[in-house]
C-alpha cells in the first residue's frame, strides 16, 4: 500500500522528516507495512538549498495545490504559526485527508475548529511533535491514561528556557549573556519572545491539560509568567537555599472544580526529579491515583527527534486509513465519554 504524503513545509523539523521519508523508505515500509512516498513539499522559498534529495518537481510553493491535490493521500504540515497553516490544515481536512502536525500554536487555538472538522469527514489529525518533540506524551496522555483520573500533569516544556536557566544556575551566567549563548548554540531563536515570554510553554500546557481532564483549557486561561524577570541573583539565592529555579508548565483541578493551568519560574528542592532536568531536556510527569507518578522525559525540540514523533504519527494514519481518530484535546466531550477509538 503507497500512501502519498504532501508535506507543508520543510524547514528544521520538515526537512529533517523528509529527509527521513526519503532515505529510509525501504526500512519504514518493512518495518510498519507502508509505502510513504513524499509526492510533494512546500516551501516558501523555492530557490533554499535543502538537506534532502527530491527531483525538482515535488518542490512548489503553492501550498494550497498540495492540500487539494487528489494524488495526495495525507498532508504533514510544517510551516509553524496560525497563518496559512490554520486554513491548510482545515482545507485538507476538509477534503478528508488526515492530518500530522507538529504546530502547538495551531492546536492550542484553534484546536477544537480543527478536531471538529476532522470529525465530520471522519479522518484523524494527529499531533505527537507538538509537545515535548520527540518525547511520546500525547498518545500516552489521549491513549493510554484514558482510563486514568488524572490528578496533576506538569513539568519543563520548553528546551530553550531550560537552557537558559540551566546555564545560569550551573555556570553562574547572567540571563542576558545565557540567551545569547542559547542563540549561538541555535537553541534560542533570533527573535527569543515566544520562549522567554512562557507563551510556548503556555501553549504545550494548554494541550497537556486539555488532554489531561478532557475539557478544553485555551491558551488564555492558562496564567502566564516568562523567565526574562528572573536575574542570577534569584538563582543563587535558589542555590544558597538548596533550590533550583525552573520554568513549570502545571494543571491541576481546583477545589471548585474549574481546571487551574499555568505557567511560571518556580523554585524547586535540589532533590526534586525536575531539578536535574538539565539545558534542552524536557520532562512531563502525570500523576494519578492507580498510576502514580509518570514522568516522560528526552529531547523536548530539535529536527530529527521532532521528526522521529511525527514519523509514528504518519505511520499510524496511514497504516489505518479512515479508521479511529486519536481522541481529541479540544472536542469538548467530557472525558469518560470520549473512548470512541
Ligand atoms: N524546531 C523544532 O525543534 C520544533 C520542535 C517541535 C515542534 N516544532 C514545530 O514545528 C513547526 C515547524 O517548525 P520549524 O522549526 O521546522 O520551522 P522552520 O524551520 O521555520 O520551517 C518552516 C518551513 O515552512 C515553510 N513556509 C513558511 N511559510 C510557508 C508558506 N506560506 N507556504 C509553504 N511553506 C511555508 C518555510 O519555507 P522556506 O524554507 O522556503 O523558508 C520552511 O521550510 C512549528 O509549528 C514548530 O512549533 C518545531
Do not use: C
Amino acid at each position: 500500500m503507497t500512501v502519498r504524503v504532501g508535506v507543508l513545509g520543510a524547514g528544521t523539523v520538515g526537512g529533517a522528516l523528509i529527509t527521513r521519508l526519503v532515505a529510509d523508505r525501504d526500512a519504514i515500509r518493512l518495518k510498519s507495512g507502508v509505502d510513504l512516498e513524499v509526492r510533494k513539499v512546500a516551501v516558501r522559498d523555492l530557490g533554499k538549498e535543502r538537506p534532502f534529495n527530491l527531483p525538482e518537481d515535488r518542490l512548489t510553493d503553492d501550498s494550497l495545490a498540495v492540500v487539494t491535490d487528489p494524488a495526495i493521500d495525507v498532508i504533514v504540515e510544517v510551516i509553524g504559526g496560525l497563518e496559512p497553516a490554520g486554513d491548510l490544515v482545515l482545507a485538507a481536512l476538509r477534503s478528508g485527508k488526515p492530518v500530522v502536525t507538529a504546530n502547538k500554536e495551531l492546536i492550542a487555538t484553534r484546536g477544537q475548529e480543527i478536531t471538529e472538522a476532522a470529525k465530520r469527514t471522519g479522518v484523524s489529525v494527529m499531533y505527537e511533535a507538538a509537545v515535548g518533540g520527540g518525547i511520546p506524551v500525547i498518545r500516552p496522555l489521549a491513549e493510554s491514561l484514558s482510563g486514568e483520573d488524572i490528578d496533576v500533569v506538569s513539568g519543563i516544556v520548553n528546551g530553550t528556557t531550560n537552557y537558559i536557566l540551566t546555564a545560569m544556575a550551573k555556570e553562574g551566567r547572567a540571563y542576558e549573556d545565557a540567551l545569547t549563548e542559547a542563540q549561538r548554540l541555535g537553541y534560542a531563536e533570533a527573535d527569543p519572545g515566544d520562549d522567554v515570554s512562557g507563551r510556548d510553554a503556555a501553549f504545550k500546557t494548554s494541550i497537556l491539560a486539555s488532554l489531561a481532564f478532557g475539557e478544553r483549557v485555551a491558551p488564555w486561561e492558562v496564567e502566564t509568567e516568562g523567565i526574562e524577570n528572573v536575574t542570577a541573583e534569584d538563582v543563587a539565592a535558589a542555590s544558597a537555599r538548596g533550590e533550583v529555579i525552573k520554568l513549570i508548565g502545571s494543571a491541576r483541578r481546583g477545589v471548585d472544580g474549574r481546571v487551574e493551568a499555568r505557567v511560571e519560574p518556580s523554585s524547586l528542592p535540589a532533590d526534586h526529579p525536575l531539578a536535574g532536568v538539565s539545558g534542552v531536556t524536557n520532562a512531563i510527569f502525570i500523576e494519578g491515583p492507580s498510576v502514580g507518578r509518570l514522568l516522560f522525559t528526552g529531547p523536548g525540540a530539535g529536527g530529527q527527534a521532532t521528526a522521529s514523533a511525527m514519523l509514528g504519527d504518519l505511520i499510524q494514519v496511514a497504516s489505518r486509513g479512515r479508521a479511529p481518530r486519536v481522541r481529541s484535546a479540544h472536542d469538548g466531550t467530557p472525558r469518560r465519554q470520549v473512548l470512541h477509538r
